[in-house]
């Protein structure tokens, strides 16, 4: 139980974590509001999010316990919840960022 990775969920209401350290498909604890473990279904990236339970196309994604975005897709829990499937509420340039690097999509450099 101790060599387990380690996600953090800061308040109880939110329904992602974020994710300390890179994670493969494997069981990590989740720390903070919460000391349960949770199955991850598919590799996260250091600092991103994981689903901490399903949550369904148009739902809101709560961090902080505040709202952070909405889900553009049915999210399984244990897989990564990044722009590939949730929209920013605060800003309508986050679809045309890439979802790891967050580099700008649209632009062109030359």
């Known amino acids: ?4 990775k380690v996600a953090f969920k800061i308040e109880a209401e939110d ?3 974020t994710a300390l350290m890179e994670i493969d498909t494997e069981t ?5 509001v919460s000391e349960e473990t949770l199955a991850v279904l598919e590799k996260i990236p250091e ?5 901490t339970k399903d949550i369904s196309e ?5 961090k902080y316990a ?6 553009t897709r049915d999210i399984k829990k244990g897989t990564w919840v990044s722009l590939h499937c949730m929209e920013s509420l605060y800003d ?7 979802s ?3 580099k700008p999509k649209d632009i062109s450099y030359e």
């Open 1 to 4: 139980m101790n060599n387990m």
């Open 15 to 17: 329904n992602v974590a």
């Open 28 to 32: 990590i604890k989740l720390r903070g």
């Open 47 to 51: 600092g991103h999010k994981i689903a």
């Open 58 to 62: 148009g739902e809101f994604i709560l």
């Open 66 to 71: 505040v709202t952070i975005g909405r889900a």
């Open 92 to 98: 309508e340039r986050s679809s045309h960022l890439d």
């Open 100 to 102: 790891v690097t967050g």
